[in-house]
């Protein structure tokens, strides 16, 4: 039997469970979550050293507005004029919401909520509740929806959007624990699946968070920036980004051969110089290509070593070389900074207990001691910024279909730090006001058949691993044409054939089986961005194509659009000059 919804949600992260408040408050019945678990995703289960939320000013005498920081998202480049005025307008309604909600944003006795300056940030528009910001508002805003009536149907990963005409009439799901498979009519679908994490081996999304933008693609819609992604460097064993602290106090870079034999890669190669880039580090975290002979030096240091087979690790337990007369050798800045934190003295360790406990104590809380062993690490994905083609509802090109938060291709080539939390809000209520507006409409009846499966000795595992492997050292951020060029081919022979080349054990792994179809067409979507990108624009933002420097220092305006496995590059649009006569607004409200 079928099941018929209005709006059918996957994802139950931020813009997920936003999205349903949303619908609920708006009027919408027929609302339900599907999610392969409650409890998965990044918006739950990741963090920083200051997990940031970036909005427009609401404290102090400093001046701001929409304007000035649309110009600000658009200022990143590859964005639509659209998306940066709406994320810009609507963000003081969205941010309200949450401390409405209860997530505990400071503010002082007045109630302005104070700021500080995030990366891409002129002003000080950040604020932040501590490393675990999205974690508060997930469960905060799960509160509220489930309070609110909301059906929430766990266990299921969707393997399809079904489409008829260019529109949505509903989805199908498979079981995670017996394979089975349910079909769910509907008449939207607002996929919140955040940013596509399977695809990297080195990635510091959570285990948890795999992603599911093919379900797009495979439906019809076409995909936006899908080349442009934040990389940085990040523990392995327990997947976290250190930044901040981790790195202004200072730790020792160690590489380690597969017999054993050890080396301070970084000083081996920059000698006194090393120390500044590793505080510097802890402000510059994402790789750069400007910054490829500063702080980003560090990251392709990093990398090199682990593409040589050897391991690389932080030792907090002891100085890096250039220390042993002092900090003289540290540089003005980072001298500083240590001065003024009180912290010239001792040991890595004994420096980061004294600016920052918490630090050591979230890795304790992992069962990592950061007194009495090393901490492995990699320079990792962390954040996509290309997805889905939406317009200024956050709707595809498929008529139905609504993407928000990761998953929506919104942010371009540099943004400010904190706003991808935001747009998860805002993405999220533009797309429930839509669906609220436009009404029901004629609601087809879902049909779905399974593919063909093959069973046997499973692969799923090996394959998904393999293709892991060889992005991750093809596809990064040190980018070789040639490279991309082969393994897209590779991926696109499999994508081809993926239901006669992947073998599953029994039904009970049909999940996983679907997982690693998305892992694979994604793929391919993003090879081709990242050849056609490399090809036309060259080396910017995180990709440093073929080691070559940048073409141009102009902020890019234009995007790359994927159609399935071919990409091209189209311009942004400006941003719009909507309507500010309060008499016209006063008159549309009326009607």
């Known amino acids: 039997m079928t099941k018929r919804y209005n709006t059918i949600i996957i994802g139950t992260g931020c813009a997920g469970y936003n999205a349903a408040l949303r619908l609920a408050r708006l009027g919408v019945g027929g609302v339900a979550i599907v999610t392969e678990g409650r409890f998965m995703g990044t918006s739950r289960n990741t963090g920083s050293d200051k997990q940031t939320y970036y909005k427009l000013s609401l404290a102090g005498g400093d001046g701001d507005s929409v304007r000035e920081m649309a110009q600000t998202l658009y200022e990143g480049g590859g964005v639509m004029g659209e998306h940066a005025m709406a994320e810009a307008a609507y963000s003081v309604r969205a941010f309200m919401n949450l401390v409405e909600l209860g997530v505990p944003f400071p503010c002082n006795e007045y109630g302005e909520y104070a700021g500080y300056k995030t990366d891409h940030d002129p002003r000080c528009r950040a604020t932040s509740c501590g490393p675990l910001t999205s974690k508060y508002m997930t469960e905060a805003l799960e509160r509220a929806a489930l309070d609110a009536g909301v059906e929430l149907i766990d266990f299921q990963r969707v393997v399809k959007i079904i489409t008829k005409n260019g529109a949505v009439t509903g989805i199908a799901a498979v079981s995670t624990v017996t394979g089975d498979v349910t079909v769910f009519s509907c008449e939207n679908v607002i996929l919140c699946t955040g940013g596509p994490a399977g695809i990297y081996e080195n990635t510091v999304y959570p285990e948890s968070q795999h992603g599911a933008t093919s379900l797009a693609v495979d439906a019809g819609a076409s995909l936006s920036n899908m080349e ?11 997947r ?6 981790y790195q202004q106090v200072l730790p020792t870079y160690i590489s380690v051969s597969p017999d054993g034999e050890e080396r301070e890669f970084l000083w081996d190669a920059l000698g006194e110089r090393s120390l500044g880039l590793i505080f510097l580090k802890g402000y510059q975290w994402p790789f750069d290509v400007r910054k490829a002979d500063a702080s980003s030096l560090v990251d392709l240091l990093v990398a090199e070593e682990t593409k040589k087979g050897r391991r690389v690790f932080l030792d907090f337990r002891r100085n890096p070389r250039g220390l042993e007369n002092g900090f003289s050798a540290v540089g003005e800045e980072a001298y500083g900074y240590l001065e003024k934190s009180s912290a010239l003295f001792g040991t890595p360790i ?3 207990r004294h600016m920052n406990e918490g630090a050591i104590e979230l890795y304790a809380s992992h069962g990592i001691d950061l007194y009495t ?18 317009d200024a509802n956050w709707q595809s090109e498929v008529d139905g279909l609504y993407v928000a938060g990761e998953a929506a291709g919104t942010f371009g080539v540099y943004r400010p730090g904190g706003s991808a939390l935001n747009s998860t809000q805002v993405g999220s209520l533009r797309a429930a006001e839509h669906i609220a507006k436009r009404g029901r409409r004629f609601l087809e009846r879902a049909e779905y058949t399974l593919p063909e499966i093959r069973y046997g000795e ?7 691993g393999e293709l892991q492997h060889e992005m991750s050292c093809t596809a990064d951020f040190d980018r070789r044409l040639s490279d991309m060029r082969q393994l ?5 022979d499999i994508a081809e054939r993926f239901f006669e080349v992947a073998v599953i054990g029994d039904k009970t792994e049909s999940a996983a089986l679907f997982k690693l179809y998305d892992t694979v067409l994604t793929q391919r979507s993003v090879l081709s961005a990242m050849i056609r990108s490399a090809e036309e624009i060259g080396s910017h933002g995180s990709a440093f194509v073929d080691r070559e420097p940048p073409r141009s220092t102009e902020v890019r305006r234009t995007r790359t659009v994927t159609r399935g496995a071919v990409s091209e590059i189209c311009d942004v649009s400006p941003l719009p000059d909507g309507e500010l006569w309060f008499e016209t607004l006063l008159s549309r409200a009326r009607k």
Not at 458 to 464: A, E, F, M, P, Q
């Open 228 to 238: 442009e992604w934040q990389y940085g460097i990040a523990s392995v064993s327990f």
């Open 240 to 245: 976290w980004n250190l930044s901040g602290t």
């Open 458 to 464: 499973s692969n799923v595992r090996s394959l998904l």
């Open 488 to 492: 897209h081919n590779k991926v696109s």
């Open 373 to 390: 062993e090393r901490l492995e690490i990699a320079v990792c994905a962390q954040h996509c910024n290309g997805g889905v083609t939406v």
């Open 350 to 352: 004994e420096r980061l």
